[in-house]
């Protein structure tokens, strides 16, 4: 079964740090891309962040440019969010979701756009 | 920036009736980084449509995307109790994702 199973969510004091985890199990998670999307409570959805299947590129939403970082461990099937210098307006569900975007065989199959395999999610609170 | 803006934020309909979801661009966009989401209460986002017509695997035939340019739709054909829960559309451009504020499709 293809799955990914986010951890490490809970509570962060304004200006702290947290550090999210994405578990991937089912399929070849080295050749996808991931990303991490948010959703606040009672809000809707935002993109937070992007990372190729070889950690290549790398994007971020304005929102959290500079503060958060994403990277992964392919040999692990983990893709990680270093969150530091949080702030209130980042308390949300945090969700990790597969990209359509693939590589295989040294060739990149960039054609499809989304994310068609998301986790359960973890929940972030940032409060003093 | 690319903005998307869904209309209707509520859509009130009866089981069986045929819904139309509207997604508008600010500018326009390729069809190619158009897609439309599912969102059940407490549960993560399930893909339906990408490349703003083609359904993701599993999704049954109700649902269906159309459009270019900045105006992109999505078709439920006959509304089934499940269907009635919210559905964003998202776009990428610029290396970045952007998702429109969402459309909730409740039972009238």
């Known amino acids: 079964e293809v799955q990914l199973v986010e951890s490490g969510g809970g509570l962060g004091q304004p200006g702290g740090s947290l550090r999210l985890s994405c578990t991937a199990s089912g399929f070849t998670f080295s050749t996808y891309s991931m990303n991490w999307v948010r959703q606040a409570p009672g809000k809707g959805l935002e993109w937070v962040s992007y990372?190729?299947?070889?950690?290549?590129?790398?994007y971020y939403a304005d929102s959290v440019k500079g503060r958060f970082t994403i990277s992964r461990d392919n040999a692990k099937n983990s893709l990680y969010l270093q969150m530091n210098g949080l702030r209130d307006e980042d308390t949300a569900v945090y969700y990790c979701?597969?990209?359509?975007?693939?590589?295989?065989?040294?060739?990149?199959?960039?054609?499809?756009?989304?994310?068609?395999?998301w986790g359960q999610g973890t929940t972030v609170t940032v409060s003093s | 920036e690319i903005v998307l803006t869904q209309s209707p934020v509520t859509l009130s309909l009866s089981p069986g009736e045929r819904a139309t979801l509207s997604c508008r661009a600010n500018e326009r966009i390729s069809s190619s980084y158009l897609a439309w989401y599912q969102q059940k209460p407490g549960q993560a986002p399930r893909l339906l449509i990408y490349g703003a017509s083609s359904r993701a695997t599993g999704i049954p035939d109700r649902f269906s995307g159309s459009g270019s340019g900045t105006d992109f739709t999505l078709t439920i054909s006959r509304l089934e109790p499940e269907d009635f829960v919210v559905y964003y559309c998202?776009?990428?451009?610029?290396?970045?994702?952007?998702f429109g504020q969402g459309t909730k499709v409740e039972i009238k």
């Open positions: 998202q776009q990428y451009g610029s290396s970045s994702w952007t």
């Open positions: 979701a597969r990209d359509l975007r693939y590589c295989s065989g040294g060739t990149c199959f960039y054609y499809n756009f989304g994310m068609d395999v």
């Open positions: 990372i190729s299947s070889s950690s290549s590129d790398l």
